[in-house]
């Protein structure tokens, strides 16, 4: 809601502008939406933080220990990009209609919002804290499968091979967790992976189906305190950068994009005008 009235302050005569703008104020407005949600005052703007530590003191209104700020800005920098994803392209449609960039990037945020985009890793930390004991975690894992259920944090629509951001999220998720947080639940969530993974590949051994990025954003999330609730917002503090440099990319291009389409529907009808008039 708040993103669209950044338009007020910017000119679509300058979009390197609205894109440092828009970057720039996402932390601002989730923090702030955050803390009025829950009754408390927005805190002051700090210009001294970096972009990380900034978002985690909008949050709490304390500055962030250096560990908490690596973390978190390890996990920004993951997610700042992929390709032509489906937030990702829906800025690029709307900005290569020479509309604004703040406009393009509240396309995007609309996209986002879809729960096959931006709201996964909500889903993959429930089943970890489901799953509650790592001796549970066949069964459960097993009665998932079962039911035909997917596993939230396995597998990707992309990629065929282990989500190399998985990847650099685990090792960012075992440093923080060797220095503080909880560290029962990661060694729940690393027992979970492993069990999972070996049931997919037993039931399904003709897929690829590996961790995924939203596994190890949720237990990194979780473990700096953020609920569920901002997990996504969090994805788009950090996608938000990405979505930018499309859309200045696009408007460099100078080119509309305008797919064409076959109709695949029913051919050789006819219209029974007397039957209609009766």
Same mark, same amino acid.
């Given at each position: 809601?708040? =993103?669209?009235?950044?338009?007020?302050?910017?000119?679509?005569?300058?979009?390197?502008?609205?894109?440092? +703008?828009?970057?720039?104020?996402?932390?601002?407005?989730? @923090?702030?939406?955050?803390? #009025?949600?829950?009754?408390?005052?927005? =805190?002051? =703007?700090?210009?001294?933080?970096?972009?990380?530590?900034? !978002?985690?003191?909008?949050?709490?209104?304390?500055?962030? $220990?250096?560990?908490?700020?690596?973390?978190?800005?390890? *996990?920004?920098?993951?997610?700042?990009?992929?390709?032509?994803?489906?937030?990702?392209?829906? $800025?690029?449609?709307?900005?290569?209609?020479?509309?604004?960039?703040?406009?393009?990037?509240?396309? $995007?945020?609309? &996209?986002?919002? @879809?729960?096959?985009?931006?709201?996964?890793?909500?889903?993959?930390?429930?089943?970890?804290?489901?799953?509650?004991?790592?001796?549970?975690?066949? $069964?459960?894992?097993? &009665?998932?499968?079962?039911?035909?259920?997917?596993? #939230? @944090?396995?597998?990707?629509? =992309? *990629?065929?091979?282990?989500?190399?951001?998985?990847?650099?999220?685990?090792?960012?998720?075992?440093?923080?967790?060797?220095?503080?947080?909880?560290?029962?639940? !990661?060694?729940?969530?690393?027992?979970?992976?492993?069990?999972?993974?070996?049931?997919?590949?037993?039931?399904?051994?003709?897929?690829?189906?590996?961790?995924?990025?939203? !596994?190890?954003?949720?237990?990194?999330?979780? %473990?700096?305190?953020?609920? +569920?609730?901002? /997990?996504?917002?969090? /994805?788009?503090? %950090?996608?938000?950068? @990405?979505?930018?440099?499309?859309?200045?990319?696009?408007?460099?291009?100078?080119?509309?994009?305008?797919?064409?389409?076959? *109709?695949?529907?029913?051919?050789?009808?006819?219209?029974? /005008?007397?039957?209609?008039?009766?």
């Amino acid at each position: 809601m708040a =993103v669209p009235l950044l338009n007020l302050k910017t000119s679509a005569a300058n979009p390197q502008d609205d894109a440092l +703008t828009a970057i720039a104020s996402f932390p601002t407005i989730v @923090g702030t939406y955050w803390r #009025m949600r829950h009754t408390e005052r927005p =805190v002051p =703007v700090r210009s001294d933080l970096p972009h990380a530590a900034y !978002y985690l003191h909008q949050l709490s209104g304390a500055e962030p $220990a250096p560990e908490r700020t690596r973390a978190i800005e390890t *996990y920004l920098n993951t997610v700042c990009d992929h390709g032509l994803n489906a937030s990702t392209f829906a $800025a690029r449609v709307i900005v290569s209609t020479r509309s604004d960039v703040i406009s393009a990037i509240t396309g $995007a945020i609309g &996209a986002l919002k @879809g729960p096959l985009h931006g709201g996964a890793p909500g889903p993959a930390l429930d089943m970890v804290l489901e799953i509650s004991a790592p001796e549970r975690a066949e $069964a459960v894992i097993r &009665a998932k499968l079962d039911r035909g259920e997917r596993l #939230m @944090g396995f597998g990707h629509r =992309v *990629y065929r091979v282990r989500d190399p951001r998985a990847d650099v999220l685990a090792q960012a998720a075992q440093q923080f967790y060797s220095d503080g947080g909880d560290r029962s639940l !990661y060694e729940l969530a690393k027992a979970v992976e492993t069990t999972a993974l070996r049931l997919l590949r037993e039931r399904k051994p003709d897929r690829r189906l590996d961790t995924n990025v939203e !596994y190890y954003t949720a237990l990194l999330l979780h %473990g700096l305190g953020l609920q +569920t609730e901002l /997990f996504t917002p969090t /994805f788009a503090i %950090g996608r938000v950068a @990405g979505w930018a440099a499309h859309c200045l990319e696009q408007l460099r291009n100078g080119k509309l994009i305008r797919p064409q389409s076959n *109709y695949a529907g029913p051919s050789g009808l006819r219209y029974d /005008f007397q039957a209609a008039a009766r």
